[in-house]
């Protein structure tokens, strides 16, 4: 009895197995990188897309897969693509940030992007990680639970209906490069957007654009996943839908305890699963994002509002139900949301919170000015600067002749530097508006933090003042965290520490640092290689607002970075910078001579020590 009982159990075993081994395959796309004509807005743009499509194609595996995606390059600009929430275990030279892990793709080359997908399932996706490419550049990547011979897709809430991907994007009527390089060559925040959008399409508040407008027909009474994605560039946003509440289920790829809403907010790089039920009465609903400014000043000009419609089948009404979305302004109703997220602890893919901490560190996000270099000594920028962004008032600026990756792999010197402080370099009253100009400027560099295989890192990162408070979505690369707390004002270790939730907090790659408040996060560090941790605003990160983990190999073979791919895109033409002699320091933590009106500073930066001193 008992060994027919075990050799059934066996059996199962064996079936199972075979099952799990079965499921793991490889899947293979190739993503066509090449311009394209678009109308929105009454106007014609030429826009930079992939396989002729914006927003670009959805990528869907099963955890377990590999991914196999070759680029091709057929667009005038340099490229690479993020494949962003994605772990990358000991496949970094595949993470796809442009400088931080390869050189760029040059326009007629291609690189083969070639990772595995383990431990981790749900909305993720991917997009381009050069200039601003990803406006145009980008689609969802799904990864659905691996195939369970017992149920087809074992998702840790009611199986929805059906499944549908919402990104919201964001549309210039110009080459958004150019958009980009004017702002930066000014020293100002680059032109505002013309349009937002709803899956490619602007919604009837834009002119001539009636028609241009995401539907999705639904059937009454069923309850569908959607998977939403903010690739929006520079807003974080409210979503709703007309007279309905979702059900949030999971964040990052994450799942969730689930939390009802009428409102959802995400911030660029997040993704939310939510769960939306068609029972209201047979007819048609919009479905509406606007921005979350969370700077208080900003002035939005024009309409800011994308609409979608979805209608129920059987639907007459041609007056779609009007949503009611928050104040521009409202950080408390998206402070309630980011903060009412708990992580489904002991789910799929569960981590629980690593207890021992191994490195602690205190990280300022902030504005900065820059000294103004121009003839005249004025700049449009502020404070007649130009505008400048740090972490710890050092200013990330990415090299531009080897990937620091490369650096890493083969030990070249003199790419980046390994000195980013764990705390500021000086203590203020972080979040009063502050304009005190010893700690207004911020050096430039490519600093890095070093860390050893496997150590668990605790960050509070604190949102400074300077120029202006704003809501800091800050994305690492390679790793989850947990979001352990958040608050406003500065951070006070005695009483917010008291505040974390070490149980179930929600598990993120992205977390929004309220505006003029803190978050704390914690990760293991268990993945060897360049990891860029930067603000997922597209007018901040090349100004600055970054900085970049190096993570040492561990002690076993598993635990080393393997070798490149054959493929991995060069920097230079003709040239093997590797063979070349090494660059001489592109890295200085001394700031050169400025001025400003009839005064001149001179500022250094030494051993955590600012000297501001008046030069005669
Ligand atoms: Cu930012």
């Known amino acids: 009895m008992a060994k027919s009982l075990s050799s059934f159990l066996l059996a199962c075993t064996i079936v199972l197995l075979a099952s799990l081994l079965a499921s793991a395959t490889i899947v293979e796309h190739s993503l066509y990188i090449k311009n394209l004509t678009v109308n929105h807005l009454c106007h014609d743009q030429v826009i930079v897309a992939a396989n002729g499509s914006f927003p670009g194609p959805t990528i869907s595996v099963h955890e377990g897969d590999t991914l196999v995606v070759h680029v091709v390059n057929h667009s005038p600009y340099n490229i690479s693509i993020h494949w962003h929430g994605i772990f990358q275990l000991l496949s970094g030279w595949a993470d796809g940030a442009e400088y931080a892990t390869q050189c760029p793709i040059r326009p007629g080359h291609s690189y083969t992007y070639r990772f595995n997908i383990i431990g981790q399932e749900g909305t993720l996706w991917w997009h381009a990680h050069s200039s601003w490419l990803r406006a145009t550049v980008h689609g969802a990547l799904i990864i659905y639970p691996r195939p369970n011979p017992l149920k087809r897709l074992p998702y840790p809430f009611p199986t929805p ?66 998977r939403i994605i903010n690739a929006v560039l520079n807003h974080q946003m409210f979503f709703n839908i007309a007279k309905h509440t979702v059900t949030v289920v999971a964040v990052d790829a994450s799942y969730t305890n689930r939390y009802v809403t009428d409102i959802v907010v995400i911030a660029p790089g997040q993704t939310v699963d939510v769960l939306f039920t068609s029972n209201q009465p047979i007819g048609s609903y919009y479905m509406a994002a606007q921005p979350y400014y969370s700077v208080p000043r900003v002035i939005p000009f024009g309409n800011r509002t994308t609409r979608g419609i979805i209608v129920y089948e059987g639907s007459t009404s041609s007056t779609p139900m009007k949503t009611a979305l928050p104040s521009y302004y409202d950080d408390s109703a998206a402070f309630k949301f980011y903060n009412s997220l708990t992580g489904l602890a002991d789910g799929p893919h569960w981590v629980p919170v690593p207890l021992h901490v191994d490195k602690y560190m205190f990280i300022t996000v902030g504005l900065n000015n820059e000294p103004c270099k121009s003839k005249t000594g004025k700049c449009p920028g502020p404070l007649g600067g130009k505008v400048s962004a740090s972490m710890n008032n050092h200013s990330f600026v990415l090299p531009n002749t080897l990937s620091m990756l490369q650096a890493f792999y083969y030990g070249v010197s003199g790419i980046y530097t390994t000195d980013f402080p764990d705390y500021p370099p000086f203590k203020f009253d972080y979040t009063n508006l502050s304009l005190n100009e010893s700690f207004m400027f911020a050096p430039k560099g490519t600093y890095v933090k070093k860390l050893n295989y496997n150590d668990v890192v605790e960050i509070v990162f604190q949102n400074t003042a300077m120029i202006e408070t704003e809501s800091h979505p800050i994305h690492l690369h390679g790793f989850n965290f947990h979001v352990l707390a958040q608050g406003f004002g500065n951070y006070n270790a005695r009483e917010d520490r008291t505040k974390f939730n070490i149980v179930n907090p929600q598990i993120r790659n992205t977390v929004a640092v309220p505006s003029g408040g803190w978050a704390v996060i914690r990760f293991q560090a268990n993945n060897p290689g360049i990891w860029l941790m930067h603000c997922h605003v597209d007018r901040h990160m090349p100004v600055g607002l970054a900085t970049a983990f190096e993570v040492k190999n561990g002690p076993t073979p598993s635990s080393i970075l393997p070798p490149p791919p054959e493929d991995l895109p060069k920097c230079f033409e003709s040239d093997d910078i590797l063979n070349s002699p090494v660059p001489s320091q592109p890295n200085s933590l001394s700031y050169p001579n400025f001025s400003r009106g009839r005064r001149s500073y001179y500022m250094e930066l030494n051993v955590g020590r600012i000297a501001h001193r008046e030069k005669k």
Do not use: F
Not at 162 to 182: C, H, K, S, T
Not at 190 to 200: F, K, V, Y
Not at 210 to 225: A, E, Q, S
């Open 161 to 226: 209906y059906e499944e549908v991907p919402i990104i919201l994007g964001e549309w210039w009527n110009a080459n958004v490069i150019d958009v980009l390089n004017e702002g930066l060559a000014i020293g100002i925040t680059p032109n505002l957007s013309d349009a937002l959008n709803i899956n490619g399409q602007v919604g009837d508040l834009y002119k001539c654009s009636n028609h241009d407008m995401y539907r999705l027909k639904v059937v009454p009474g069923k309850t569908y996943l959607l």
